[in-house]
């Protein structure tokens, strides 16, 4: 079946928000009265849901103590975290050339929607997108397995005209769970060998291997 909707992972996808997250965490480790690890101590962050990356650097499954990091994280990163990232080069060339085609696209993140969707505003791709799709502030749809099928039920598509782009593991893992196409980027986060363990149709190195592979321009 032909593939018509691609879903976007936003973080280190679309852009690269390596100083707003981790320096956000930094603040949230530090306001927990533990030791924040260097910057790049904490590039593995990037991806996962922020209450996994918690649990790893609290050393705690406790709910309350997980919330109470998260809001203190949250407490930094939207006022100046959010705006600490930078647009991935060839992107909106990518997208420009994926909506030409007629293909739907749509964000799929693990970050909540209303973060995510000033993102994409603020980067000026609210256009190519029918719709930012992402977490609620209670961490609920934080699991892009959960998400995907939350996405393909809301906008009525099948798994098999679907296609998931993103650069960790998490994404691919979770179209994997909804027998959605992955693909991998490895301009983000995740190395060649995290991503190519689950099985991607395709490994792009730049926006423009997206583009060749769909065969657009």
């Not at 100046?80 to 696209?105: C, D, H, Y």
């Not at 809301?154 to 782009?165: D, H, K, Q, R």
Request: net charge negative; with cysteine.
């Amino acid at each position: 079946m032909t593939i018509s909707t691609i879903l976007f992972d936003l973080d280190g996808t679309l852009t690269d928000p390596f100083e707003g997250i981790t320096r956000s965490i930094q603040h949230a480790v530090e306001k927990m009265g533990g030791q924040a690890p260097d910057t790049e101590d904490l590039r593995w962050c990037i991806g996962p849901p922020l209450w996994d990356s918690f649990k790893v650097l609290l050393g705690t499954e406790d709910k309350a103590e997980l919330d109470r990091a998260v809001a203190y994280y949250r407490e930094r990163y939207t006022v100046t975290g959010l705006f600490e990232n930078s647009l991935i080069e060839g992107i909106p060339e990518l997208l420009t050339a994926l909506r030409k085609s007629g293909m739907v696209l749509h964000v799929c993140t693990s970050k909540p929607h209303s973060y995510a969707g000033r993102i994409v505003e603020h980067f000026g791709l609210s256009e190519f997108f029918g719709k930012v799709y992402g977490s609620e502030l209670d961490g609920t749809r934080s699991a892009k397995a959960e998400l995907i099928a939350h996405i393909l039920g809301e906008e009525n598509i099948a798994s098999s005209e679907t296609v998931m782009v993103g650069d960790r593991k998490h994404d691919l893992v979770g179209a994997n769970a909804n027998d959605v196409a992955g693909i991998g980027v490895l301009w983000g986060y995740g190395s060649r060998e995290e991503l190519a363990a689950e099985h991607p149709v395709l490994i792009a190195e730049t926006p423009g291997d997206i583009a060749a592979h769909f065969g657009v321009r």
